[in-house]
Every structure is written in C-alpha cells, then in structure tokens.
C-alpha cells in the first residue's frame, strides 16, 4: 500500500517562481523548499511549505492577474514578528488594510497577530467591537494600539 498524495494549493504566478519560493523561505519561519521543476525556458514549478502548509508555484501563466481574495494567511507570535514579516513582504510590494498585503510577486498574504484574533473572538463583544474599529483604521496591525481599544482607553 503506498501513502496518498498530499494535496497542495497551486499558485500562479507571471514569472518568478522560484525566485519567489527562495524568497518566502528565507522570510518566514518554518519555511522550505521541496522541489523545483523546469518546465520550459525560464518556467519552472516550485513545490514548498510555508509554515508546514505545502504550496506549489508555477510560472509562465501569461494571464495572472493577483486577486486579493485568495491570499494565505500567517499567523505571527508578536508585535516583532508582524512588524519583521510585514516589511520583508511589502517591500516591493503595497500595503492594504487591517493587515492585508501584496507582495512583489503579486500574492496577497495576512499577516494576522494571534493577539488580534483573540480580541476580536472575546465574549465581551463590546471590547471585541473597539478591537475591530482600531484595526480597521489600520494597515500593519498594531497589537498594542488594538489592546489600548479593547481595553476602552483612547479615542
């Protein structure tokens, strides 16, 4: 008996790929590389991990047009990691708001404090709601200006 393929996301991608790929896996943590596949001059498919999740890039779709709705989202520990991650991956790229990004090879990513969820899921709904009114005013999310609002303090 053989074990079943795993299944990935597949990402397209103008040109770049591997670029792309060797990027992500020196910018974020427990990020990898598996496997590079020339498929044609300059073209390539790259199978990676990116946080232990398996994605597959491919290069040589003419037609690529990035769409902020299909993003991957990470999760980060700290204010130091959101802010480290947020400008490795906006460098090149624009910022979007309450988190979202594109970065220089058009994919769209949500750097997600693990803070904010927990404030914006507490049973005190109206803390959570001064929690999602901070952040939404916000582009790279700030933890403590989101727990100055939950917490009632400010404007």
């Known amino acids: 008996m053989t074990d079943r393929p795993n299944s990935r996301c597949c990402i397209f991608l103008r040109t770049g790929a591997e670029e ?4 992500y896996a020196e910018t974020l943590p427990d990020t990898h590389m598996e496997n590079v596949q020339p498929i044609g001059p300059g073209m390539a498919i790259v199978l990676w991990r990116c946080l232990g999740t398996p994605y597959m890039l491919m290069d040589g779709n003419e037609t690529f047009e990035p769409r902020h709705d299909h ?3 990470v999760t980060t520990l700290d204010q130091d990691e959101t802010d480290r ?5 906006t460098e090149g790229g624009t910022e979007g ?3 979202w990004l594109q970065d220089r090879f058009g994919l769209h990513w ?7 969820s927990h404030m914006l899921s507490d049973p005190d709904r109206e ?3 001064r929690a999602q009114a901070a952040m939404l005013g916000m582009t790279r999310i700030d933890i403590s200006a989101m727990q100055a609002a939950f917490d009632g303090q400010g404007g």
Do not use: H, T
């Open 20 to 23: 792309a790929a060797r990027f």
């Open 71 to 73: 993003s991957i989202s």
């Open 85 to 89: 991650l947020w400008a490795a991956l």
């Open 97 to 99: 708001r309450c988190g």
């Open 110 to 116: 949500q750097i997600v404090p693990a803070a904010l």
């Open 127 to 129: 803390a959570a709601g």
